[in-house]
Antibody, heavy 118, light 107 residues
Framework: EVNLVESGGGLVRPGGSLRLSCAAS????????MTWVRQVPDKGLEWVAT????????YYVDSVKGRFIISRDNAKNSLYLQMNRLRAEDTAVYFC???????????WGQGSLVTVSS | DIQMTQSPSSLSASVGDRVTITCRAS??????LNWYQQKPGKAPTLLIF???TLQNEVPSRFSAGGSGTEFTLTISSLQPEDFATYYC?????????FGQGTKVEIK
């Protein structure tokens, strides 16, 4: 059974940093693109970043370019999102997702809430 | 960036009704269009990819079509478990933008 579990969310002050993790199990992690999507509470979905199977390609939404870094450790079956210079508008639930084909997310974690506030 | 616009933003319907949601892309995306369902407090689930292909175990009352810039998601006979928010998403090019969502509520 495919399982994705996010962790690392919490309260952080504007300008601060946070690292989200996503532990994957139940599939060959190294065989799939992986994605982060976020959702402001009671609002819509926003694609954040996607990384290729071997980590050689990364794509980001403009609003996080230069501040967020998506990465993965295939030996640990883990996906990460390093978030720097956080802003209030980054407050959201962050979901990790498996892409069975790039851009098509077929399994999602339960989400991790990040709150950026002073 | 390619913008995705869904209509309506919300609708009220009864069990057994036929419901259609429309998604428009600001430029052609061929059939690189996905539909997701999200229930309150839960992660989204993939319903349909490549504009019209049902994901495994999605009930056959769901159907979808379209290409280019116009797409539709249809639920042929609304069931209680279908009350949720539906999102389209283009996977033609990054950023993989989602539509704003369509909330399907009980009438």
């Amino acid at each position: 059974e495919v399982n994705l579990v996010e962790s690392g969310g919490g309260l952080v002050r504007p300008g601060g940093s946070l690292r989200l993790s996503c532990a994957a199990s139940g599939f060959t992690f190294s065989g799939y693109w992986m994605t982060w999507v976020r959702q402001v509470p009671d609002k819509g979905l926003e694609w954040v970043a996607t990384i290729k199977q071997d980590g050689s390609k990364e794509y980001y939404v403009d609003s996080v370019k230069g501040r967020f870094i998506i990465s993965r450790d295939n030996a640990k079956n883990s996906l990460y999102l390093q978030m720097n210079r956080l802003r209030a508008e980054d407050t959201a639930v962050y979901f990790c997702a498996r892409d069975w084909e790039v851009g098509i997310s077929d399994y999602w974690g339960q989400g991790s809430l990040v709150t950026v506030s002073s | 960036d390619i913008q995705m616009t869904q209509s309506p933003s919300s609708l009220s319907a009864s069990v057994g009704d036929r419901v259609t949601i429309t998604c428009r892309a600001s430029q052609s995306i061929s059939t690189f269009l996905n539909w997701y369902q999200q229930k309150p407090g839960k992660a989204p689930t993939l319903l349909i990819f490549a504009a019209s292909t049902l994901q495994n175990e999605v009930p056959s009352r769901f159907s979808a079509g379209g290409s280019g810039t116009e797409f539709t998601l249809t639920i042929s006979s609304l069931q209680p478990e279908d009350f949720a928010t539906y999102y389209c998403q283009q996977s033609y090019t990054t950023p993989y933008i989602f539509g704003q969502g369509t909330k399907v509520e009980i009438k």
